[in-house]
């Protein structure tokens, strides 16, 4: 593809991004309606004038409970990321400066929680601290947290033997200065990578969890919630189920075009493949 | 390879000879009426005095017999006993047994098999979760080889209702003592036997040629396939390979209804549907709080939309028991009489929170519905989903909680249902001692009319006083494939009869 293509694309993908995260900021103000008013009368209603993309088995409005369930989505993606992010970068960074002894500890119990599948282990979390969205953010983000330590171990012991780490060091310069002033920002390139394609995956998982009953309480929109309600009404009303999931889909998908193109630009051995 | 002529003509010639021969056979040989059921799981086992799983009960009916058993509308009618009689102290049962009836090994019936069944149930070896039903029954004795008399402790009304339930069932004395393996090959007198099981795929029923029912089973054999996507068992009706099914949702009507071959039978379940609420709880001690979200609630738009229609009650028992009594009137669907009432009781806005089982998505359904309609008369409720153990744990042994939504299994005898209420023992933590008085004389009490009228106070003061929202009892789907009559389903119990079921 070439390279103008890729540009547009991840122009595209970062301005869908723009307009979700304004739509999920905004939600109370230009949702039509409140996403869990429920009009019984209204229940399964097509979409059409009064409701842009129909309703569901309460006669909620599947459009407003899309714009607020981005809410949850992207919470989830933002905390869960930040925790992730913080976490594994500290195990890695403490793994690749202190000794081999605290080294091997750290990383053993990092290569054990990523043996574990990953939905699995979301369940179990979330089964042992209790169902809900905060508990969900917290699963996420510790589940992920090996992901970022390795790549900050990995990263940081090899910027450590840099001939210009190493002069910093000779100058009399403290590990954190050193840290700080040369490790981290050569890191920042592929953590940020890692954050967008994780950031996908945190948002899979919620509406994983939510699909399973164990993530956002009802009647909190939530895609994934939306996804189980409407699978026992997919003959009769199949928007239940397209809309929020083309929302799931779209959403994901930016986020990988968006890591993906990133990674290119950051390691450029990666082009043309 | 090359046919000759003569070879080719013999084969056409044969070929209509081969039709007619094989419609002759199916013309002389009767088909064999096999039903195909669905189960919706495995049974843990098949020992009825060794579990309390409903799947259990559901296949040993068709298996075992009871000395009593309940009709179609619940009431007591004789089976293995043909009659029976009380002392004028209502603490000597006299059961007089059905002659002839024989078990599926041969042995026949005498009152020594239902020494030895009840004997065996109350024993510690075998460690019966209903062993707790036979504590008042001290001695048994058999005069003679058709009579046995049961001697009770303290009078006990319930025990006919015991005697017909599923762990009623009576097992050949021959057997009980050379220790036989009853969990996975069970000996009964019931209508069927068991040829095969094999486990998580199918159970088949083969009949009982010497069944003490003449005429009866109609069915040479029923298979009880174990299928348990609600699912996959519509596309077995569907398409004919399923002739029952008696798991259907409402959403699976408009599909089914669709399909010229099939038919649903609608019947309402002993289900008592509730939202209960925790009367030790500072904020829903208070009547008026607890009338406000009576008022609250459209139950029957509650009970259409979650639970697939039904009837509303007004008190705690299944609408269609003999000792039901309507009191829906007396809260009825009135929002502003419910923001009065939290106005008076100074509850507007105040934080509930309903903890539901997340496993039953229907009473999730009606836990959304009812958060919405309470909303609107100004009440703050939080809803929190929990898994079904620690739904057992916390909120139905613990008491932990505010409000929940479930339903209640009606039982064959209203004190299954309603023993404990008015004391702290039960988890809506409402104590009424007049109530659960006059609950502890109706179990004493022998007599349809004398106890239907303690009966009728305690519900009373129930429906006034109102521990609960008194949702309603929901209708039960079951689809048939056209030609099947005379499926039976004993509502209380939860267990299927194929006794009468044929094709026509």
Known sequence: ?273 | MKRTLFQKMLIILMLPALLAGSLLLFGCKEEPRVLNFALSGNPDTLDPHKTSGTLTFQTLKSLYDTLVEPDTQGRIVPALAESWEVSADALTWTFHLRPGVRFHNGDELTSEDVKATFERIKSEAVASPNAGEFASLTAMETPDPATVMLRLSEPYAPLLATLASGWGAILPAGLIASGHDFGSLPVGTGPYSLSEWVRDSKIVLTRNEDYWMKGYPKLDTVVMNIITERAVQVQGLLTGELDISYLIDKEDLPQLEENPDVKIERSLTALIMVMAMNCSDPLLSDLRVRQAINHAVDKQTVLDVAYGGGQVIGTFMDSGNAYYKDFSGLYPYDPDRARALLAEAGAQAAELQMVLPQNYEPHVKAGELYQEMLTRVGLDVKIKLVDWSTWISDVYRGGKYQLTVIGHTGKLDPDGTLRGYGTESRYVRWVNPETAGIIDRARETSGFEARKALYDQALEIMAREVPFLFLGSSYRYVGLRKQVTGFRMTPKLDTFDFRWTEFE
């Open chain 1, 1 to 273: 593809m070439p390279a103008r293509n890729r540009t547009l694309i991840f122009y595209l993908a970062l301005t869908l991004l723009v307009i979700l995260g304004a739509a999920a900021l905004a939600a109370p103000r230009i949702a039509p309606y409140r996403p869990t008013a429920q009009n019984l009368e209204a229940r399964f209603a097509s979409p059409g004038a009064d409701h842009f993309l129909g309703t569901d088995n309460f006669g909620r409005d599947v459009y407003s409970r899309i714009i607020h369930g981005a809410r949850s989505a992207l919470l989830v993606g933002i905390v869960a990321v930040t925790i992730a992010v913080t976490l594994g970068s500290l195990v890695g960074l403490t793994a690749a400066l202190a000794g081999r002894l605290i080294d091997a500890g750290l990383m053993l119990l990092m290569d054990s929680l990523l043996s574990f599948p990953t939905v699995l282990l979301a369940i179990s979390v979330v089964s042992f601290l209790g169902y809900g969205l905060l508990q969900v953010m917290l699963a996420i983000g510790v589940i992920y947290s090996p992901v970022f330590a390795r790549l900050v171990r990995a990263e940081a012991l090899a910027i450590k033997t840099e001939g210009y780490v190493e002069a910093a060091y000779a100058l009399g310069g403290s590990t954190w200065k050193v840290v700080r002033r040369h490790i981290i920002p050569n890191l920042l390139g592929k953590v940020i990578v890692q954050c967008s394609i994780t950031f996908a995956l945190a948002v899979v998982i919620e509406a994983s969890l939510s699909y399973l009953g164990l993530g956002t309480q009802p009647p909190t929109p939530s895609w994934g919630l939306m996804l189980k309600d409407a699978r026992n009404y997919l003959a009769q009303a199949p928007w239940m189920a397209f809309y929020p999931g083309l929302a799931l889909a779209l959403t994901v998908l930016c986020f990988n075009i968006i890591g993906d193109t990133l990674a290119e630009k950051i390691n450029p051995r990666l082009n043309g493949n």
